[in-house]
């Protein structure tokens, strides 16, 4: 097949009509030969066909016409804090963190708390930080756990072993309880992660 | 019913019959620790509660599920 406006060993470029602006386009009065030609116009950048010559219409290449004011630009710096805000907010903590699913359709959010050494052969009751008799508490058993202070040993909250070495917890009109059967001071370092979907 | 400071996490005191430690209850708020029961010897740290208090603890220890 042979382009109408290409000779044989002639360079076909895509475009017939170059102009330098959009004003130069306009002033240009196209023949019935231009019909459906491409142009090129420099400034703004872009290539329009010639859809009509009477009346005389260019339509542009690309249908898709984006505007700057259709997106929320942010510099890297503040996609940056945005991240890290998004990080901290899932971030297992002291301070309310978001788990990032629901029960029965409401946001769970979590806390961890600090209860220390673990007692001997008594309750420890630990008030629950802010707590609200409204919302609905759980143990996260799987993110609770003792440690000794070495670093060495390290159990899981509940602990269930042979009733001596038994560890129990129960939330109770407000309070952490930590329920041992004997002496399990070794264990220093105590964090008891609750759960609770609010109101 | 008595109740003091714990100095630290081994800082049990003896029992009212001398048998082991007295500590029925500890309560931690924050980086203090109270601990709350019989014991042997009342010691100048220790304070005693009123019958308010023991009822609180003892609402704790034994609550009505």
Redesign the interface.
């Known amino acids: 097949m042979q382009h109408r406006d290409v000779k044989e060993g002639d360079i076909h470029v895509i475009h017939d009509l170059k102009f330098m602006n959009i004003e130069e386009r306009d002033a240009y009065e196209p023949k019935a030969e231009d019909l459906d030609k491409i142009c090129l116009v420099v400034e703004p950048y872009g290539f329009f066909a010639l859809q009509s010559v009477e009346p005389k219409k260019w339509s542009a290449l690309s249908t898709v016409t984006v505007s700057l004011e259709d997106f929320e630009v942010y510099t890297k710096e503040q996609i940056n804090t945005l991240l890290s805000k998004k990080i901290e907010a899932y971030n297992i903590s002291s301070s309310e963190f978001k788990c990032g699913y629901t029960r029965n359709g409401k946001e769970v959010f979590g806390i961890e708390v600090d209860?220390?050494?673990l007692?001997?052969?008594?309750?420890?009751?630990?008030?629950i930080p802010s707590y609200n008799a409204n919302y609905n508490y759980w143990v996260d058993t799987t993110n609770s756990y003792s440690k000794t202070s070495n670093k060495n040993s390290i159990i899981p909250i509940p602990y269930v072993a042979n009733q001596p070495y038994h560890v129990g917890i129960d939330i109770?009109?407000g309070?952490i309880?930590i329920i041992p059967y004997s002496d399990r001071?070794v264990f220093?370092e105590t964090k008891i992660t609750l759960n609770y979907t609010k109101e | 019913m008595h109740s003091y400071i714990m100095n630290n996490?081994?800082d049990?005191r003896t029992a009212v019959n001398g048998q082991?430690?007295g500590?029925?209850?500890?309560?931690?708020?924050g980086e203090i620790?109270r601990?709350y029961?019989y014991f042997k010897s009342i010691d100048e740290d220790m304070i005693a509660l009123s019958e308010q208090e023991e009822a609180e603890v003892n609402?704790?220890?034994n609550?009505t599920f």
């Open positions: 209860c220390g050494a007692p001997n052969n008594a309750i420890k009751s630990i008030p109770t009109n309070n309880r001071t220093t | 996490e081994k049990y082991g430690h500590v029925i209850l500890i309560k931690k708020v620790e601990a029961g609402t704790i220890l609550p």
